[in-house]
């Protein structure tokens, strides 16, 4: 399956933005998906994640520096993954990857980037203060 991120840009500090990852080649109702970002000088790290538990229903989780601003959602009929980012914070600026996992196993959600077989290009958020 291949990647696409997009929805990136600058934003001030409590703006909001939406991601976007559109999948192709593959239907993907049944791939675990998540969001990773890096940001200059640093380590890519874990955002959020949907974990499937079967029969197109999913299971979220998120870092603690997100959760309550940010919410990641899928829509399988148009094969997209997002994430809604509220509230943004400076600390916020990076690189976002989107990535999925095949053949994941029910109600687990996925953290390590060793975890997720597929990658995304990335796209930027800059937020300014």
């Known amino acids: 399956v291949q990647l696409q991120a997009s929805g990136g840009g600058l934003v001030q500090a409590g703006g909001s933005l939406r991601l976007s990852c559109e999948a192709s080649?593959?239907?993907?109702?049944?791939?675990?998906m998540g969001w990773f970002r890096q940001a200059p000088g640093k380590e890519r790290e874990f955002v959020a994640a949907?974990?499937?538990?079967?029969?197109?229903?999913?299971?979220?989780d998120y870092t603690d520096s997100v959760k309550g601003r940010f919410t990641i959602s899928r829509d399988n009929a148009k094969n997209t993954m997002y994430l809604q980012m509220n509230n943004l914070k400076p600390e916020d600026t990076a690189v976002y990857y989107c990535?999925?996992?095949?053949?994941?196993?029910?109600?687990?959600?996925?953290?390590?980037?060793?975890?997720?077989?597929?990658w995304g290009q990335g796209t930027l958020v800059t937020v300014s203060s």
């Open positions: 949907l974990g499937w538990s079967g029969y197109s229903t999913y299971i979220t």
């Open positions: 990535a999925a996992r095949s053949a994941p196993r029910y109600y687990v959600t996925y953290k390590s980037i060793n975890e997720y077989n597929y």
């Open positions: 080649g593959r239907t993907f109702s049944g791939y675990a």
